[in-house]
Protein backbone atom coordinates (compact mmCIF):
# COMPACT_ATOMS: atom_id res chain seq x y z
CA UNK A 1 0.00 0.00 0.00
CA UNK A 2 0.98 3.42 -0.92
CA UNK A 3 1.06 5.61 2.63
CA UNK A 4 2.08 9.14 3.22
CA UNK A 5 3.40 10.65 6.00
CA UNK A 6 3.11 13.99 6.64
CA UNK A 7 5.97 15.77 8.86
CA UNK A 8 9.47 14.27 9.01
CA UNK A 9 10.40 15.34 12.57
CA UNK A 10 10.88 12.64 15.30
CA UNK A 11 7.03 10.77 15.08
CA UNK A 12 6.98 11.47 11.40
CA UNK A 13 10.53 10.02 11.01
CA UNK A 14 9.82 6.70 13.26
CA UNK A 15 6.08 6.14 11.81
CA UNK A 16 7.42 6.30 7.88
CA UNK A 17 9.95 3.70 9.93
CA UNK A 18 7.86 1.39 10.73
CA UNK A 19 5.43 0.93 7.72
CA UNK A 20 8.48 0.72 5.61
CA UNK A 21 9.57 -1.99 7.55
CA UNK A 22 6.40 -4.04 7.02
CA UNK A 23 6.63 -3.98 3.33
CA UNK A 24 4.65 -0.68 2.58
CA UNK A 25 5.80 2.03 -0.04
CA UNK A 26 6.26 5.45 2.25
CA UNK A 27 6.44 8.97 1.17
CA UNK A 28 7.19 11.05 3.94
CA UNK A 29 6.79 14.93 2.77
CA UNK A 30 7.81 17.74 5.30
CA UNK A 31 7.74 21.46 3.22
CA UNK A 32 11.73 21.66 4.75
CA UNK A 33 14.03 19.70 2.46
CA UNK A 34 16.59 19.97 5.40
CA UNK A 35 14.36 18.35 7.79
CA UNK A 36 13.62 15.62 5.41
CA UNK A 37 17.09 14.54 4.75
CA UNK A 38 17.34 14.48 8.97
CA UNK A 39 14.26 11.81 8.98
CA UNK A 40 15.72 9.73 6.32
CA UNK A 41 19.38 9.84 8.39
CA UNK A 42 17.12 8.90 12.05
CA UNK A 43 15.81 6.50 10.02
CA UNK A 44 19.26 5.08 8.91
CA UNK A 45 20.67 5.20 12.18
CA UNK A 46 17.21 3.60 14.09
CA UNK A 47 17.60 0.70 11.51
CA UNK A 48 20.90 0.16 12.05
CA UNK A 49 20.72 0.13 15.69
CA UNK A 50 17.89 -2.72 14.94
CA UNK A 51 20.15 -4.29 13.26
CA UNK A 52 22.85 -5.00 15.69
CA UNK A 53 20.17 -5.92 18.02
CA UNK A 54 19.50 -8.67 15.82
CA UNK A 55 15.67 -7.43 15.90
CA UNK A 56 16.10 -7.16 12.16
CA UNK A 57 18.47 -8.27 9.27
CA UNK A 58 20.36 -5.83 7.22
CA UNK A 59 18.86 -6.72 3.90
CA UNK A 60 15.65 -6.04 5.84
CA UNK A 61 16.69 -2.57 7.12
CA UNK A 62 18.43 -1.26 3.53
CA UNK A 63 14.85 -2.41 1.71
CA UNK A 64 13.15 -0.48 4.22
CA UNK A 65 15.01 2.38 3.77
CA UNK A 66 14.25 2.28 0.09
CA UNK A 67 10.78 2.13 0.05
CA UNK A 68 10.83 5.61 1.34
CA UNK A 69 10.36 8.45 -0.95
CA UNK A 70 10.33 11.99 0.21
CA UNK A 71 8.37 15.07 -0.99
CA UNK A 72 7.91 18.98 -0.16
CA UNK A 73 4.19 19.47 -1.00
CA UNK A 74 0.93 17.27 -0.24
CA UNK A 75 0.03 17.59 -4.12
CA UNK A 76 3.25 15.11 -4.77
CA UNK A 77 1.28 12.40 -3.03
CA UNK A 78 -1.93 12.19 -4.79
CA UNK A 79 -2.33 8.48 -5.42
CA UNK A 80 -2.14 7.85 -1.74
CA UNK A 81 -4.53 5.84 -0.30
CA UNK A 82 -3.40 6.07 3.43
CA UNK A 83 -2.02 9.01 5.02
CA UNK A 84 -0.79 10.15 8.46
CA UNK A 85 -0.47 13.50 10.21
CA UNK A 86 2.41 13.84 12.47
CA UNK A 87 2.76 17.58 12.00
CA UNK A 88 3.41 20.16 14.87
CA UNK A 89 0.70 20.40 17.99
CA UNK A 90 -0.77 22.44 16.16
CA UNK A 91 -4.99 22.89 15.26
CA UNK A 92 -4.63 25.24 13.00
CA UNK A 93 -1.67 24.20 10.97
CA UNK A 94 -3.70 20.25 11.16
CA UNK A 95 -6.91 21.82 10.08
CA UNK A 96 -4.90 23.46 6.69
CA UNK A 97 -3.02 19.70 5.94
CA UNK A 98 -6.21 17.98 5.95
CA UNK A 99 -8.27 20.40 3.69
CA UNK A 100 -4.97 19.97 1.49
CA UNK A 101 -4.93 16.22 2.16
CA UNK A 102 -8.74 16.21 1.54
CA UNK A 103 -8.70 18.13 -1.86
CA UNK A 104 -5.39 15.93 -3.19
CA UNK A 105 -5.72 12.29 -2.18
CA UNK A 106 -8.32 9.86 -3.75
CA UNK A 107 -12.08 10.13 -2.44
CA UNK A 108 -11.24 6.43 -1.17
CA UNK A 109 -8.71 7.62 1.27
CA UNK A 110 -8.55 7.07 5.00
CA UNK A 111 -7.11 10.13 6.61
CA UNK A 112 -5.63 10.02 9.64
CA UNK A 113 -3.68 12.12 12.27
CA UNK A 114 -1.09 11.55 15.26
CA UNK A 115 -2.39 14.41 17.35
CA UNK A 116 -1.95 13.64 21.00
CA UNK A 117 -4.90 16.04 21.86
CA UNK A 118 -6.44 17.47 19.47
CA UNK A 119 -10.02 17.14 18.41
CA UNK A 120 -10.49 14.18 15.69
CA UNK A 121 -13.77 15.29 15.19
CA UNK A 122 -13.00 18.72 14.79
CA UNK A 123 -10.17 17.89 12.54
CA UNK A 124 -12.65 15.49 10.44
CA UNK A 125 -14.97 18.75 9.69
CA UNK A 126 -12.32 20.50 7.61
CA UNK A 127 -12.93 17.53 4.76
CA UNK A 128 -15.38 16.62 2.94
CA UNK A 129 -15.10 12.42 4.22
CA UNK A 130 -15.15 13.16 8.44
CA UNK A 131 -16.31 9.15 8.26
CA UNK A 132 -12.57 8.50 7.11
CA UNK A 133 -10.95 10.64 8.92
CA UNK A 134 -9.05 8.96 12.35
CA UNK A 135 -6.82 9.25 14.95
CA UNK A 136 -3.74 7.32 14.90
CA UNK A 137 -2.05 7.99 17.89
CA UNK A 138 1.89 5.86 18.05
CA UNK A 139 3.93 6.61 21.26
CA UNK A 140 7.43 8.23 21.06
CA UNK A 141 9.91 6.19 20.28
CA UNK A 142 7.70 4.99 17.39
CA UNK A 143 9.91 2.08 16.09
CA UNK A 144 10.21 0.70 19.62
CA UNK A 145 6.18 1.43 21.72
CA UNK A 146 3.60 -1.50 21.32
CA UNK A 147 0.77 0.97 21.97
CA UNK A 148 -1.38 2.96 19.15
CA UNK A 149 -4.50 4.71 20.25
CA UNK A 150 -7.26 4.85 17.73
CA UNK A 151 -9.63 7.21 18.18
CA UNK A 152 -12.81 7.84 16.83
CA UNK A 153 -14.12 11.12 15.81
CA UNK A 154 -17.80 11.78 15.91
CA UNK A 155 -18.31 10.63 12.43
CA UNK A 156 -15.37 8.34 12.25
CA UNK A 157 -17.33 4.84 10.37
CA UNK A 158 -17.12 1.20 11.68
CA UNK A 159 -14.99 0.05 8.20
CA UNK A 160 -12.38 3.17 9.12
CA UNK A 161 -11.79 2.21 12.43
CA UNK A 162 -11.84 -1.69 11.35
CA UNK A 163 -9.36 -1.27 8.96
CA UNK A 164 -6.69 0.83 10.99
CA UNK A 165 -6.90 -1.63 13.62
CA UNK A 166 -6.73 -4.38 11.17
CA UNK A 167 -3.38 -2.12 9.73
CA UNK A 168 -1.86 -1.45 13.25
CA UNK A 169 -1.77 -4.76 13.81
CA UNK A 170 0.00 -5.79 10.99
CA UNK A 171 2.36 -2.76 11.41
CA UNK A 172 3.28 -5.20 14.82
CA UNK A 173 1.39 -2.87 17.13
CA UNK A 174 -1.31 -2.86 19.93
CA UNK A 175 -3.83 -1.26 19.08
CA UNK A 176 -6.83 0.13 21.68
CA UNK A 177 -9.81 1.89 20.45
CA UNK A 178 -10.92 5.26 22.41
CA UNK A 179 -13.36 7.45 22.15
CA UNK A 180 -12.41 11.58 21.02
CA UNK A 181 -12.36 13.41 24.61
CA UNK A 182 -9.59 16.01 24.77
CA UNK A 183 -6.27 13.88 25.85
CA UNK A 184 -8.11 10.38 24.86
CA UNK A 185 -6.45 8.09 27.29
CA UNK A 186 -2.81 8.14 27.34
CA UNK A 187 -2.26 11.92 27.66
CA UNK A 188 -5.37 12.64 29.67
CA UNK A 189 -3.76 10.38 32.43
CA UNK A 190 -0.06 11.26 31.64
CA UNK A 191 0.22 14.74 31.60
CA UNK A 192 -1.59 16.02 35.23
CA UNK A 193 1.29 13.41 36.42
CA UNK A 194 3.48 15.40 34.95
CA UNK A 195 1.93 18.79 35.35
CA UNK A 196 2.36 17.89 39.20
CA UNK A 197 5.58 16.61 39.32
CA UNK A 198 6.69 20.58 37.70
CA UNK A 199 4.74 21.62 40.46
CA UNK A 200 6.50 19.62 42.90
CA UNK A 201 10.47 21.28 41.73
CA UNK A 202 8.45 24.73 41.39
CA UNK A 203 7.56 24.34 45.55
CA UNK A 204 11.00 22.56 46.35
CA UNK A 205 9.32 19.20 47.17
CA UNK A 206 12.09 18.43 45.98
CA UNK A 207 14.91 18.74 43.26
CA UNK A 208 13.69 17.22 39.64
CA UNK A 209 16.39 13.66 39.71
CA UNK A 210 14.63 12.91 43.50
CA UNK A 211 11.43 12.87 42.22
CA UNK A 212 12.21 10.81 39.35
CA UNK A 213 13.76 8.33 41.51
CA UNK A 214 10.89 8.02 43.64
CA UNK A 215 8.38 7.46 40.74
CA UNK A 216 10.89 4.41 39.07
CA UNK A 217 11.73 2.55 42.36
CA UNK A 218 8.48 3.28 44.33
CA UNK A 219 5.83 3.29 41.42
CA UNK A 220 8.28 0.85 39.18
CA UNK A 221 8.18 3.77 36.17
CA UNK A 222 10.44 3.03 33.54
CA UNK A 223 11.40 6.73 33.28
CA UNK A 224 10.73 9.90 35.75
CA UNK A 225 7.91 11.84 35.02
CA UNK A 226 10.30 15.03 34.40
CA UNK A 227 12.53 12.96 32.54
CA UNK A 228 9.77 11.48 30.54
CA UNK A 229 8.60 15.55 29.72
CA UNK A 230 12.31 16.51 28.72
CA UNK A 231 11.53 13.55 25.99
CA UNK A 232 8.27 14.11 24.80
CA UNK A 233 9.39 18.13 25.07
CA UNK A 234 8.16 20.78 27.34
CA UNK A 235 6.32 22.62 24.26
CA UNK A 236 4.47 19.90 23.41
CA UNK A 237 3.14 18.97 27.11
CA UNK A 238 2.22 22.16 27.59
CA UNK A 239 -0.01 22.35 24.40
CA UNK A 240 -1.80 19.58 25.73
CA UNK A 241 -2.25 20.07 28.81
CA UNK A 242 -3.80 23.44 27.28
CA UNK A 243 -5.95 21.70 25.53
CA UNK A 244 -6.76 19.87 28.32
CA UNK A 245 -7.70 22.66 30.64
CA UNK A 246 -9.59 24.11 27.44
CA UNK A 247 -11.92 20.87 27.07
CA UNK A 248 -12.60 19.83 29.88
CA UNK A 249 -12.81 22.98 32.04
CA UNK A 250 -11.38 21.85 35.12
CA UNK A 251 -8.44 23.86 37.04
CA UNK A 252 -6.78 20.30 37.34
CA UNK A 253 -5.21 20.40 34.03
CA UNK A 254 -4.24 23.74 34.72
CA UNK A 255 -0.04 23.86 33.25
CA UNK A 256 2.29 24.61 36.16
CA UNK A 257 3.55 28.41 35.85
CA UNK A 258 7.44 26.60 35.71
CA UNK A 259 6.63 24.90 32.99
CA UNK A 260 4.96 28.17 30.65
CA UNK A 261 8.35 30.07 31.97
CA UNK A 262 10.64 27.20 30.44
CA UNK A 263 8.82 26.76 27.55
CA UNK A 264 9.25 30.60 26.62
CA UNK A 265 12.79 31.00 27.80
CA UNK A 266 13.28 28.14 25.04
CA UNK A 267 14.38 25.11 27.87
CA UNK A 268 12.17 22.10 25.86
CA UNK A 269 13.53 19.46 26.42
CA UNK A 270 16.22 17.29 24.79
CA UNK A 271 15.48 18.56 21.44
CA UNK A 272 16.95 21.92 22.75
CA UNK A 273 19.29 19.63 24.65
CA UNK A 274 18.12 21.70 28.37
CA UNK A 275 15.20 21.14 30.01
CA UNK A 276 14.81 19.56 33.75
CA UNK A 277 18.03 18.08 32.77
CA UNK A 278 20.82 18.75 30.37
CA UNK A 279 21.52 16.33 27.45
Known sequence: MKVAVIGAGTMGNGIAQVFATAGHQVTMVDVSAHALEQGISTIRTSLGRLVKKSLIGQEAADQAVERIGVATTIDDVKGTAFAVEAASENPGLKFQLFEQLDRALPPDAILAT??????????????RRADQVIGLHFMNPVPVMALVEVIRGQATSDATTRAVMELATALGKTPVEVNDYPGFVSNRVLMPMINEAIFCVMEGVAAPDAIDTVMKL????????????????????????????RGLGDDKYRPCPLLR???????LGRKTRKGFYNY
Request: one cysteine or more.
Open 114 to 127: NTSSISITEIAAHT
Open 218 to 245: GMAHPMGPLALADLIGLDTCLAILEVLH
Open 261 to 267: RMVAAGQ
